[in-house]
């Protein structure tokens, strides 16, 4: 065996014999479970974890007295108007249902592409996919003019005998998010149960062990239990894929379908995938960046780990890019007086300000990572992933509100602002997304450690521990330069 | 009476008989406060159920109890509803006429009633000057009847106090000759409270009689009486001129002469047989005339005089003013137009004229024929000797210590130098009879509670002189007395009801059955009872100093909303925006863009006012089309009445308005720094902006027009504007298999003024709600049929426009076009919108969640949402924290059992929050003709029923209520199955276009393409406005 230089080791060349491992400092299956478990299993969570609680859940009941408000006084407690009929309540919903949408394509499509490296972020990755599609489905049944009766929106047989109108996209929406949100559900709780199964191993208690005893299902990892589960997996990752594209894409028909100059375009659907998918790794970062810190998950989350996501970040956000340009392109191409101003109108509107946030959190901001160090930096890296959340955010605004501000008569088009209620609303999602979050960390295996077991090199069966590095304990200087790195 | 349900226990109320709720003491406090004058008569009557019922039988039935309310047969008594009177039928409406005296001219109305509650105003099909329409005014009135700030009662000292105690009052404290006492009243052109003047004066020979209206046309009567001596009025025939000069007239505005005067300009502006009217206009500000005239130009009312002389001096030679060059030149091709127009042509001066400009027009008419031909002249029945300058030196001097007024408000609109309220406040005996407790009542003794015009006897003269006669549809909800009552008690008449007050104006006579009187009360109007004349005008007309304008001049105008502030308590007129402006619940400081700019302000910078000594603070309004160096002042605003519709609305600018002057110097106009919101319905976008050139690209496309030669030439002008790809449709459509009828609308843009009065009368036909100044700014109003203006400007030669050349101004009434093709319809998830096989896009209000996408799927925005249950959320000017009032959660959804809820149409739901709602052709009024026709049809023989297979109706028989109260005539509605039908045709027509038509929607609503008639056809696209 050569000796390898420090800078040999590089995180971007994907010579699998120059990269830092997977899981760094760990070389027995053991010590990675209880490294994964060591915040489930304490006695007593950590002072920031409580902080972080009570902060989440106030801004989530805030949500609930504000949804009570709501409802018993009228949706024109938000600042919806003629022409703005949908504000906030559905820029909202388009933004969680994007940030849900990096967990199916982390665990789905990078585990059928063989990925190995989304092992340590898919688990919470669809934990966030779940709690954002939550979040999501909350803001269409609230902002309802007649919440009471939102049900109507569901093919219930009734005795009306009637269905509800098919050609409309938002009951395609309906089924869309639903079947996104059944299936990312089964997914995440179907690639849990190994997990489920240790920590009732684990289990300290006699209510930990019966409630951990019943979601695990009665696993016992047997082989034929591996086999049955796996196939599974595969089967689920491969029904959940079109899902990726398909949620999104149904989504972005809610306005494609509309005929409203700015939503009746058809580069919708890829545009809004690619801006879903930009938006959900965006917000795994956000995420995965304090939760590796709180939790120690500094060895199984490492910087190979984001720099891969800052990778993605920087093609998906360039592709949105190209989908903004796009869009400009064929409003002047085609020649339509309408069409042509809503986008004039965007870029140097009223409405200029969102718009230019737009692109410079969204197709500015991820050329940083065309450079390693920004990709290496953690302080870089977080706050491109901020600055993308919120230019995700404002992508929607401009689209829900510029195109309804102005459209066809002049004599309709007016100027939308939010009221205390509608940004309060919003960030009581973020409780309610965050409480969620915490209480998963908190009580459910963060990461899929049964998965991750399987891409250490000890899982491999073939290396007997002499083929490359990935079967040799880390070198000093493959751990200086993770070191550097952090 | 209208609470009766409140009581402790929940669910709904069950009585076994009348009898029982009499005796409930939640009951009988109940009338208590509703009914204080009346309440102790009936508390003590006990438990007597006919006494009881002898006397609320009215009043039950507007709890809906079916006890015939309307007073409308002879008889005094009120009889138990133990029988239906004959012809009547619950449930269906019965109309009824009567009239409405506005500003001295009465207005003749057929008001509809429901089961005795009177719910909506329609014109009188028999009465000259209405001819079935009405202004917006008189639509508005009926909620002014239902209001809840109504006075209920008799006060004293501001505390309450009853008739009796008054009359008992007055009879001992009003001297006998009449000496040191004062009538002030306002305008009226009725005969019987002349009659009742008269008599009241023959009482009491020493007293004085003032008549007072704030924006009555002071200068034209004088002028008259220049002309002709005596008392005159002028009566125009605008259907009789082709040409027709206005001096600052702004005659198919809002006023008393509205609805006249817009059917005979709209009579001759749809281009048939090539020919068309030519107004022009000489004004300060863009009024409704302004936006509708051929030839515009903006200057001040002095200017205006300028003009005047230069025609006097073109027609019968006399001394012109020196003009600018623009006037000019402007002047030299009006009066060219004016003499090759000879008799057909006609001259209107405003009332911002001097009387001597009055006097030359009437001269100038007739040197050039239009008199006796567009003009003639009738006689007024008034006593104008005193004027109200004159009393207040009387007052002051002491020679007069009992003022009585009737009617008017002068305690808030009386010349400002007079101190009228500090005035009254000092006499010893001082009565107002008003509908509110206003400001004047505020400053008098005595406040006598009007009746409702609705609520009484009345008759008037509309402005040709014919009488018309006016019953009550409703007994008093709160008693009160008429006008003439009022004057025949103090005079000491044996007669003080109303009833026989009018019925012996009209020579009396014991037969309550007499034909004539039935007749006349049944028609509303007195046949041949005009009376016009065109005597000759004296030629010796005052010379006429034109002077030169100092600084900025303020020119006042009576609101286009609210008159002079009578109406300002009626949420519709309060909410409807002004046609120009598109501004609600406000007035603002008119000025022109480029005043503005250098004023350094901007829409809502507040700017201070100094007229002599006092100074008001308004917030600006720069309007394209305003005379720069001009600020106008709509009146009416600011009122000191606690009502909860007005309060806080608007800045009173009657301080700055001294003699009744129509214009004043300023000393000084500056901003203030301070802003103050502006509640438009209509944004404004400035020109360079990209919204402000997107507007004006594709103005063109929207609002087609065309002139008079450009329409000879090519006659589908407008059909060519835009190109057209029709696409196929991606879903079948089949919703029309089986149709029986195909519902159809058109609005004609060359005769729509944009009056207003179609809004208001979808307000009242629809129960729309209003929803307040703070959602009007939040973008909530809730009117299913607006009127959308544009400015369009003049090319700036390089690509832009000049937002200081204003080139036309279109108005354009828009609604639901009840597309074909709905995109509204496809996108609704729940199937609440939904298309009917006649071709009406309907709107299932139970079945609607409020997703609000089809409002953002309608191109034309015409999808009204309930954002909140605006009927039990009283109107707020700004929004506080909780957006609602904490009474809005336990009131019911339609506002509950108030006065109110009194004014709905029974035939249209009123809908609650979470629907969307939306024009509906007034599908309520198709249904009640498909189903007469039906009933017809189905008692045919069998081969007539053959003939007619689809039961087709009479072309006319369906008049949607924006229809019907078009006095231009510029909506027609109607079948286009049937392919002779006034629709067909015009859907057929030269002008018709559909608006969007290339989103491929199919609209049912079709518009007809403006039609101007510059001077010199090719210029500009409407008309040269400067």
């Given at each position: 065996m050569t000796t390898l230089q420090s800078n040999q080791f590089c995180n971007t060349n994907e010579d699998p014999r120059n990269r830092p491992q997977l899981i760094r400092n760990h070389t027995d299956f053991g010590s990675v479970t209880d490294d994964i478990l060591k915040g489930n299993d304490a006695a007593r969570p950590p002072k920031s974890w409580w902080f972080a609680l009570a902060i989440s859940f106030s801004m989530m009941s805030m949500l609930g007295v504000l949804i009570g408000y709501l409802i018993v006084t009228g949706v024109g407690v938000w600042g919806n108007n003629n022409p703005v009929m949908w504000g906030y309540p559905i820029v909202n919903f388009v933004f969680w249902v994007g940030i849900g949408h990096a967990g199916t394509l982390i665990s789905a499509i990078l585990f059928l592409f063989r990925q190995k490296w989304r092992t340590a972020i898919n688990r919470f990755a669809e934990a966030m996919t779940i709690f954002a599609v939550i979040c999501a489905g909350t803001f269409p049944g609230i902002?309802?003019?007649?919440?009471?009766?939102?049900?109507?929106?569901?093919?219930?047989?009734?005795?009306?005998?009637?269905?509800?109108?098919?050609?409309?996209?938002?009951?395609?929406?309906?089924?869309?998010?639903?079947?996104?949100?059944?299936?990312?559900?089964?997914?995440?709780?179907?690639?849990?149960?190994?997990?489920?199964?240790?920590?009732?191993?684990?289990?300290?208690?006699?209510?930990?062990?019966?409630?951990?005893?019943?979601?695990?299902?009665?696993?016992?990892?047997?082989?034929?239990?591996?086999?049955?589960?796996?196939?599974?997996?595969?089967?689920?990752?491969?029904?959940?894929?079109?899902?990726?594209?398909?949620?999104?894409?149904?989504?972005?028909?809610?306005?494609?379908?509309?005929?409203?100059?700015?939503?009746?375009?058809?580069?919708?659907?890829?545009?809004?995938?690619?801006?879903?998918?930009?938006?959900?790794?965006?917000?795994?970062?956000?995420?995965?960046?304090?939760?590796?810190?709180?939790?120690?998950?500094?060895?199984?989350?490492?910087?190979?780990?984001?720099?891969?996501?800052?990778?993605?970040?920087?093609?998906?956000?360039?592709?949105?890019?190209?989908?903004?340009?796009?869009?400009?392109?064929?409003?002047?191409?085609?020649?339509?007086?309408?069409?042509?101003?809503?986008?004039?109108?965007?870029?140097?509107?009223?409405?200029?300000?969102?718009?230019?946030?737009?692109?410079?959190?969204?197709?500015?901001?991820?050329?940083?990572?065309?450079?390693?160090?920004?990709?290496?930096?953690?302080?870089?890296?977080?706050?491109?992933?901020?600055?993308?959340?919120?230019?995700?955010?404002?992508?929607?605004?401009?689209?829900?509100?510029?195109?309804?501000?102005?459209?066809?008569?002049?004599s309709s088009w007016g100027i939308f602002e939010p009221t205390w209620v509608d940004v309060m609303t919003f960030f009581g999602s973020f409780g309610l997304f965050m409480t969620f979050f915490l209480l998963f960390i908190r009580y459910l295996p963060v990461l899929a450690i049964a998965e991750l077991k399987a891409v250490m090199p000890a899982a491999d069966p073939h290396g007997h521990g002499h083929s490359y590095n990935e079967m040799t304990p880390e070198t000093d200087a493959q751990a200086a330069l993770a070191e550097e790195d952090e | 009476m209208s609470s009766v349900k409140e009581q402790k226990n929940t669910g709904r109320t069950w009585w076994r008989s009348l009898d029982e709720v009499v005796a409930s003491p939640v009951f009988r406090k109940k009338v208590q406060e509703e009914f204080p004058d009346g309440a102790s008569e009936l508390l003590a009557t006990g438990n007597d159920r006919r006494h009881f019922l002898k006397i609320m039988g009215a009043s039950m039935a507007l709890a809906g109890l079916g006890v015939g309310g309307c007073r409308r047969w002879p008889k005094e008594n009120i009889v138990p509803y133990a029988h239906r009177p004959e012809g009547t039928m619950p449930g269906i409406a019965e109309h009824y006429a009567t009239c409405f005296d506005f500003g001295g001219i009465a207005q003749g109305v057929l008001v509809t009633s429901n089961d005795g509650r009177p719910t909506k105003i329609e014109g009188n099909p028999s009465h000259p000057d209405s001819a079935g329409a009405t202004d917006s005014f008189t639509q508005a009135a009926i909620l002014d009847l239902y209001d809840p700030d109504r006075s209920r009662g008799v006060t004293y000292d501001n505390k309450l106090s009853s008739l009796a105690a008054f009359k008992e009052w007055i009879a001992s404290y009003l001297p006998n000759d009449g000496s040191g006492v004062a009538v002030l009243s306002e305008q009226s052109s009725s005969p019987t409270y002349s009659r009742m003047r008269r008599a009241f004066m023959k009482s009491m020979p020493n007293a004085v009689w003032v008549e007072y209206d704030p924006v009555a046309n002071r200068n034209e009567r004088r002028g008259l009486a220049f002309a002709f001596g005596?008392?005159?009025?002028?009566?125009?025939?605008?259907?009789?001129?082709?040409?027709?000069?206005?001096?600052?007239?702004?005659?198919?505005?809002?006023?008393?002469?509205?609805?006249?005067?817009?059917?005979?300009?709209?009579?001759?502006?749809?281009?048939?047989?090539?020919?068309?009217?030519?107004?022009?206009?000489?004004?300060?500000?863009?009024?409704?005339?302004?936006?509708?005239?051929?030839?515009?130009?903006?200057?001040?009312?002095?200017?205006?005089?300028?003009?005047?002389?230069?025609?006097?001096?073109?027609?019968?030679?006399?001394?012109?003013?020196?003009?600018?060059?623009?006037?000019?030149?402007?002047?030299?091709?009006?009066?060219?137009?004016?003499?090759?127009?000879?008799?057909?042509?006609?001259?209107?001066?405003?009332?911002?004229?001097?009387?001597?400009?009055?006097?030359?027009?009437?001269?100038?008419?007739?040197?050039?024929?239009?008199?006796?031909?567009?003009?003639?002249?009738?006689?007024?029945?008034?006593?104008?000797?005193?004027?109200?300058?004159?009393?207040?030196?009387?007052?002051?001097?002491?020679?007069?210590?009992?003022?009585?007024?009737?009617?008017?408000?002068?305690?808030?609109?009386?010349?400002?130098?007079?101190?009228?309220?500090?005035?009254?406040?000092?006499?010893?005996?001082?009565?107002?009879?008003?509908?509110?407790?206003?400001?004047?009542?505020?400053?008098?003794?005595?406040?006598?509670?009007?009746?409702?015009?609705?609520?009484?006897?009345?008759?008037?003269?509309?402005?040709?002189?014919?009488?018309?006669?006016?019953?009550?549809?409703?007994?008093?909800?709160?008693?009160?007395?008429?006008?003439?009552?009022?004057?025949?008690?103090?005079?000491?008449?044996?007669?003080?009801?109303?009833?026989?007050?009018?019925?012996?104006?009209?020579?009396?006579?014991?037969?309550?059955?007499?034909?004539?009187?039935?007749?006349?009360?049944?028609?509303?109007?007195?046949?041949?009872?005009?009376?016009?004349?065109?005597?000759?005008?004296?030629?010796?007309?005052?010379?006429?100093?034109?002077?030169?304008?100092?600084?900025?001049?303020?020119?006042?105008?009576?609101?286009?909303?609210?008159?002079?502030?009578?109406?300002?308590?009626?949420?519709?007129?309060?909410?409807?925006?002004?046609?120009?402006?598109?501004?609600?619940?406000?007035?603002?400081?008119?000025?022109?863009?480029?005043?503005?700019?250098?004023?350094?302000?901007?829409?809502?910078?507040?700017?201070?006012?100094?007229?002599?000594?006092?100074?008001?603070?308004?917030?600006?309004?720069?309007?394209?089309?305003?005379?720069?160096?001009?600020?106008?002042?709509?009146?009416?605003?600011?009122?000191?009445?606690?009502?909860?519709?007005?309060?806080?609305?608007?800045?009173?600018?009657?301080?700055?308005?001294?003699?009744?002057?129509?214009?004043?110097?300023?000393?000084?106009?500056?901003?203030?720094?301070?802003?103050?919101?502006?509640?438009?319905?209509?944004?404004?976008?400035?020109?360079?902006?990209?919204?402000?050139?997107?507007?004006?690209?594709?103005?063109?496309?929207?609002?087609?027009?065309?002139?008079?030669?450009?329409?000879?030439?090519?006659?589908?002008?407008?059909?060519?504007?835009?190109?057209?790809?029709?696409?196929?449709?991606?879903?079948?459509?089949?919703?029309?298999?089986?149709?029986?009828?195909?519902?159809?609308?058109?609005?004609?843009?060359?005769?729509?003024?944009?009056?207003?009065?179609?809004?208001?009368?979808?307000?009242?036909?629809?129960?729309?709600?209003?929803?307040?100044?703070?959602?009007?700014?939040?973008?909530?109003e809730m009117q299913w049929l607006r009127i959308d203006r544009y400015f369009a400007f003049e090319s700036d030669g390089h690509g832009g426009w000049d937002g200081d050349k204003l080139s036309a101004v279109a108005i354009q009434p828009m609604t639901c076009s009840h597309c074909e093709n709905a995109p509204c319809e496809e996108v609704c998830p729940v199937a609440a919108t939904v298309h009917d096989t006649d071709g009406l896009n309907t709107m299932v209000y139970n079945r609607c969640i409020g997703t609000r996408y089809c409002s953002n799927n309608c191109p034309f925005k015409v999808r009204r949402f309930n954002y909140f249950d605006y009927f039990r959320r009283d109107p707020l000017r700004s929004t506080g924290m909780l957006q609602v009032q904490p009474d809005y959660y336990v009131k019911a959804q339609s506002g509950g059992k108030t006065l109110r809820a009194m004014q709905f149409n029974p035939d249209v739901t009123v809908r609650m929050r979470g629907v969307m709602e939306k024009c509906t052709y007034c599908t309520q009024r198709i249904q009640r003709v498909k189903i007469a026709t039906k009933n017809t049809w189905v008692k045919l023989s069998d081969a007539e029923k053959a003939k007619d297979p689809r039961v087709s109706l009479q072309d006319g028989a369906i008049v949607t209520a924006c229809e019907q109260v078009c006095p231009a005539g510029a909506i027609v509605f109607g079948d286009l199955m049937d392919k002779e039908s006034r629709i067909s045709k015009l859907h057929e027509s030269d002008r018709a276009y559909e608006m969007l038509e290339e989103l491929n929607i199919k609209s049912r609503t079709k518009y007809l393409a403006r039609l101007t008639n510059p001077v010199n056809g090719s210029t500009g696209a409407g008309g040269s406005h400067h």
């Amino acid at each position: 065996m050569t000796t390898l230089q420090s800078n040999q080791f590089c995180n971007t060349n994907e010579d699998p014999r120059n990269r830092p491992q997977l899981i760094r400092n760990h070389t027995d299956f053991g010590s990675v479970t209880d490294d994964i478990l060591k915040g489930n299993d304490a006695a007593r969570p950590p002072k920031s974890w409580w902080f972080a609680l009570a902060i989440s859940f106030s801004m989530m009941s805030m949500l609930g007295v504000l949804i009570g408000y709501l409802i018993v006084t009228g949706v024109g407690v938000w600042g919806n108007n003629n022409p703005v009929m949908w504000g906030y309540p559905i820029v909202n919903f388009v933004f969680w249902v994007g940030i849900g949408h990096a967990g199916t394509l982390i665990s789905a499509i990078l585990f059928l592409f063989r990925q190995k490296w989304r092992t340590a972020i898919n688990r919470f990755a669809e934990a966030m996919t779940i709690f954002a599609v939550i979040c999501a489905g909350t803001f269409p049944g609230i902002h309802v003019g007649r919440v009471w009766l939102a049900y109507w929106l569901f093919p219930i047989p009734n005795q009306m005998d009637m269905w509800p109108q098919f050609r409309s996209p938002l009951l395609w929406d309906v089924f869309a998010v639903g079947t996104y949100f059944t299936v990312s559900l089964l997914f995440w709780y179907l690639g849990m149960i190994p997990d489920l199964a240790t920590m009732r191993d684990r289990a300290t208690t006699k209510v930990k062990q019966i409630a951990y005893g019943v979601f695990a299902v009665g696993w016992r990892g047997s082989m034929r239990h591996w086999h049955r589960y796996e196939r599974a997996y595969l089967l689920l990752a491969a029904l959940a894929t079109p899902l990726v594209l398909s949620v999104h894409s149904v989504v972005s028909f809610d306005f494609a379908v509309a005929q409203l100059p700015g939503w009746h375009t058809t580069i919708f659907p890829p545009y809004f995938v690619a801006g879903a998918i930009f938006s959900g790794f965006a917000m795994v970062m956000t995420l995965a960046i304090p939760a590796r810190e709180l939790w120690g998950l500094k060895n199984f989350i490492t910087m190979r780990h984001l720099e891969n996501m800052c990778k993605i970040i920087l093609f998906t956000g360039s592709l949105v890019g190209f989908a903004y340009s796009m869009e400009f392109f064929i409003a002047w191409y085609s020649g339509e007086l309408y069409e042509s101003f809503t986008f004039i109108n965007r870029a140097f509107g009223p409405y200029g300000w969102a718009y230019w946030i737009m692109v410079s959190c969204n197709v500015v901001t991820p050329q940083i990572f065309w450079f390693k160090k920004a990709r290496n930096s953690i302080v870089i890296m977080f706050t491109a992933s901020l600055f993308v959340n919120v230019g995700m955010w404002f992508e929607r605004f401009v689209i829900v509100v510029t195109s309804l501000a102005n459209d066809f008569l002049p004599s309709s088009w007016g100027i939308f602002e939010p009221t205390w209620v509608d940004v309060m609303t919003f960030f009581g999602s973020f409780g309610l997304f965050m409480t969620f979050f915490l209480l998963f960390i908190r009580y459910l295996p963060v990461l899929a450690i049964a998965e991750l077991k399987a891409v250490m090199p000890a899982a491999d069966p073939h290396g007997h521990g002499h083929s490359y590095n990935e079967m040799t304990p880390e070198t000093d200087a493959q751990a200086a330069l993770a070191e550097e790195d952090e | 009476m209208s609470s009766v349900k409140e009581q402790k226990n929940t669910g709904r109320t069950w009585w076994r008989s009348l009898d029982e709720v009499v005796a409930s003491p939640v009951f009988r406090k109940k009338v208590q406060e509703e009914f204080p004058d009346g309440a102790s008569e009936l508390l003590a009557t006990g438990n007597d159920r006919r006494h009881f019922l002898k006397i609320m039988g009215a009043s039950m039935a507007l709890a809906g109890l079916g006890v015939g309310g309307c007073r409308r047969w002879p008889k005094e008594n009120i009889v138990p509803y133990a029988h239906r009177p004959e012809g009547t039928m619950p449930g269906i409406a019965e109309h009824y006429a009567t009239c409405f005296d506005f500003g001295g001219i009465a207005q003749g109305v057929l008001v509809t009633s429901n089961d005795g509650r009177p719910t909506k105003i329609e014109g009188n099909p028999s009465h000259p000057d209405s001819a079935g329409a009405t202004d917006s005014f008189t639509q508005a009135a009926i909620l002014d009847l239902y209001d809840p700030d109504r006075s209920r009662g008799v006060t004293y000292d501001n505390k309450l106090s009853s008739l009796a105690a008054f009359k008992e009052w007055i009879a001992s404290y009003l001297p006998n000759d009449g000496s040191g006492v004062a009538v002030l009243s306002e305008q009226s052109s009725s005969p019987t409270y002349s009659r009742m003047r008269r008599a009241f004066m023959k009482s009491m020979p020493n007293a004085v009689w003032v008549e007072y209206d704030p924006v009555a046309n002071r200068n034209e009567r004088r002028g008259l009486a220049f002309a002709f001596g005596g008392q005159w009025k002028t009566v125009h025939d605008i259907s009789k001129a082709t040409t027709i000069v206005s001096l600052d007239a702004d005659i198919l505005g809002a006023g008393p002469m509205q609805v006249p005067n817009t059917r005979g300009w709209a009579a001759h502006r749809n281009g048939i047989h090539g020919k068309m009217n030519r107004l022009w206009i000489a004004e300060p500000s863009l009024s409704l005339t302004g936006s509708n005239a051929d030839e515009r130009i903006a200057m001040t009312p002095m200017r205006v005089s300028a003009i005047a002389t230069a025609i006097g001096a073109a027609i019968i030679g006399n001394a012109s003013a020196t003009l600018t060059a623009t006037e000019q030149a402007w002047a030299d091709r009006m009066i060219a137009d004016l003499k090759h127009a000879g008799s057909h042509g006609l001259l209107v001066a405003g009332a911002s004229q001097p009387a001597s400009v009055h006097h030359l027009v009437a001269r100038i008419n007739e040197v050039i024929g239009a008199a006796g031909h567009s003009v003639s002249y009738t006689t007024l029945d008034s006593d104008y000797k005193t004027s109200i300058s004159e009393l207040a030196e009387l007052i002051k001097a002491k020679d007069v210590e009992s003022v009585i007024v009737i009617g008017g408000n002068p305690a808030y609109d009386a010349p400002a130098e007079l101190g009228f309220e500090e005035l009254l406040k000092t006499l010893p005996l001082s009565v107002h009879l008003s509908l509110y407790e206003d400001e004047t009542s505020k400053a008098c003794k005595w406040h006598v509670n009007r009746a409702h015009w609705l609520e009484s006897w009345c008759d008037g003269r509309s402005a040709d002189g014919t009488v018309c006669i006016g019953q009550p549809l409703i007994r008093p909800l709160f008693d009160g007395l008429t006008p003439s009552e009022l004057l025949a008690t103090l005079s000491g008449l044996a007669t003080t009801d109303g009833q026989s007050l009018v019925r012996e104006t009209f020579g009396g006579g014991e037969d309550v059955w007499d034909p004539a009187w039935r007749t006349a009360v049944h028609d509303g109007v007195v046949k041949n009872t005009a009376s016009i004349e065109t005597p000759p005008v004296n030629r010796r007309i005052a010379p006429l100093t034109i002077l030169e304008d100092h600084g900025m001049v303020v020119a006042f105008k009576p609101s286009g909303s609210i008159w002079d502030g009578r109406f300002c308590n009626n949420g519709w007129l309060q909410e409807i925006p002004d046609t120009i402006t598109k501004l609600t619940w406000d007035n603002a400081a008119i000025l022109s863009p480029a005043t503005a700019s250098e004023l350094g302000v901007k829409q809502g910078d507040v700017l201070t006012i100094e007229v002599a000594k006092e100074k008001v603070s308004i917030a600006a309004l720069p309007v394209p089309g305003t005379a720069d160096g001009v600020v106008v002042l709509p009146l009416g605003y600011g009122r000191r009445f606690a009502g909860r519709v007005c309060t806080g609305a608007g800045t009173d600018v009657y301080p700055l308005r001294r003699n009744n002057s129509w214009s004043a110097t300023a000393k000084t106009v500056r901003a203030t720094g301070e802003t103050y919101p502006l509640a438009t319905t209509q944004m404004h976008f400035d020109i360079d902006s990209t919204p402000g050139k997107g507007t004006q690209e594709r103005l063109p496309l929207l609002f087609r027009e065309g002139t008079l030669d450009e329409y000879n030439k090519h006659p589908h002008f407008a059909q060519h504007v835009g190109h057209t790809m029709h696409s196929l449709s991606i879903f079948e459509e089949q919703q029309f298999e089986g149709a029986q009828y195909k519902w159809g609308m058109s609005f004609d843009l060359s005769s729509c003024t944009g009056c207003n009065a179609c809004v208001t009368a979808c307000h009242a036909e629809n129960n729309i709600a209003i929803v307040g100044k703070d959602q009007v700014l939040m973008g909530r109003e809730m009117q299913w049929l607006r009127i959308d203006r544009y400015f369009a400007f003049e090319s700036d030669g390089h690509g832009g426009w000049d937002g200081d050349k204003l080139s036309a101004v279109a108005i354009q009434p828009m609604t639901c076009s009840h597309c074909e093709n709905a995109p509204c319809e496809e996108v609704c998830p729940v199937a609440a919108t939904v298309h009917d096989t006649d071709g009406l896009n309907t709107m299932v209000y139970n079945r609607c969640i409020g997703t609000r996408y089809c409002s953002n799927n309608c191109p034309f925005k015409v999808r009204r949402f309930n954002y909140f249950d605006y009927f039990r959320r009283d109107p707020l000017r700004s929004t506080g924290m909780l957006q609602v009032q904490p009474d809005y959660y336990v009131k019911a959804q339609s506002g509950g059992k108030t006065l109110r809820a009194m004014q709905f149409n029974p035939d249209v739901t009123v809908r609650m929050r979470g629907v969307m709602e939306k024009c509906t052709y007034c599908t309520q009024r198709i249904q009640r003709v498909k189903i007469a026709t039906k009933n017809t049809w189905v008692k045919l023989s069998d081969a007539e029923k053959a003939k007619d297979p689809r039961v087709s109706l009479q072309d006319g028989a369906i008049v949607t209520a924006c229809e019907q109260v078009c006095p231009a005539g510029a909506i027609v509605f109607g079948d286009l199955m049937d392919k002779e039908s006034r629709i067909s045709k015009l859907h057929e027509s030269d002008r018709a276009y559909e608006m969007l038509e290339e989103l491929n929607i199919k609209s049912r609503t079709k518009y007809l393409a403006r039609l101007t008639n510059p001077v010199n056809g090719s210029t500009g696209a409407g008309g040269s406005h400067h």
